[in-house]
């Protein structure tokens, strides 16, 4: 079935729903993250790579990871990187930007890998939009081998009460609404995105979160004040 073009997941964030919003906004998905983040996103991906501390032979499952450009730094280092997306979408502009990454279509709560897989698993805005948050923690935990750590960068609180009072009452419900009317091929994708950040827990809820699904040595950095967080921890 024909996905609309106007196609949107809700905050119920069903899976089909979810993968079919994205499939509509993939071709201009990477710029539509440069346009709404102000170019801060390069720092974001920048604190990741950090984080993960990709190596030749490492093992790294890239969730979320869209059209491979999270993915690609990993790649460069040398480590072993599986860029996985629920969307067909993403994942076939994937394909056409870099031919050499091999994309695999897969559902954060039902991760088809075996146990003790991965040295890494990290995830980058997407968290935020699988079905059940706390089953697709325990599923990274089980793929990722004792020792090897989790990186989760998401949209978070923001520290200083007037930037949150900015951030929430302007970015996300004005400007962003009107960058995406004038660059995406799906304006109303991104009513969602504000929707699901501003119904997304904070950071120390998340870490807790983290650590009822078994991870341990749980720590996190805000990053541009607290609009994105950067969480951290060991399996």
């Given at each position: 079935m024909a996905t609309s073009p106007?196609?949107?997941?809700?905050?119920?964030?069903?899976?089909?729903?979810?993968?079919?919003?994205?499939?509509?906004?993939?071709?201009?998905?990477?710029?539509?993250n440069g346009i709404m983040s102000g170019g801060q996103h390069l720092y974001w991906r920048h604190e990741v790579v950090k984080a993960v501390?990709?190596?030749?032979?490492?093992?790294?499952?890239?969730l979320a990871a869209g059209t491979g450009t999270s993915s690609r730094p990993f790649a460069d280092a040398g480590a072993l990187v599986v860029p996985?997306?629920?969307?067909?979408?993403?994942?076939?502009?994937?394909?056409?930007?870099?031919?050499?990454?091999?994309?695999?279509?897969?559902?954060?709560?039902?991760l088809p890998f075996a146990d003790?897989?991965?040295?890494?698993v990290t995830i980058s805005y997407g968290l935020r939009n699988v079905e059940h948050t706390e089953v697709a923690l325990a599923e990274m935990r089980r793929v990722t081998r004792p020792g090897g750590v989790v990186v989760i960068d998401e949209f978070?609180?923001?520290?200083?009460?007037?930037?949150?009072?900015?951030?929430?009452?302007?970015?996300?419900?004005?400007?962003?609404?009107?960058?995406?009317?004038?660059?995406?091929?799906n304006p109303q994708a991104y009513d969602y995105l504000a929707e699901s950040i501003l119904a997304w827990p904070d950071q120390p809820t998340l870490a807790s979160m983290l650590e009822a699904a078994g991870w341990h040595d749980i720590e996190w950095k805000n990053l541009s004040g607290g609009v994105v967080a950067l969480h951290r921890a060991r399996a």
């Open positions: 106007d196609a949107r997941a809700t905050l119920a964030k069903r899976r089909a729903d979810v993968a079919g919003m994205f499939d509509q906004v993939a071709s201009r998905y990477d710029l539509m501390g990709p190596r030749p032979g490492m093992r790294i499952l890239d996985a997306d629920l969307s067909f979408g993403m994942l076939a502009e994937g394909k056409k930007r870099w031919p050499d990454l091999g994309f695999v279509n897969a559902d954060a709560c039902e003790d897989t991965f040295d890494a978070s609180t923001p520290l200083w009460a007037p930037l949150r009072s900015v951030y929430r009452g302007v970015v996300l419900s004005r400007l962003i609404p009107a960058a995406a009317h004038a660059f995406s091929s």
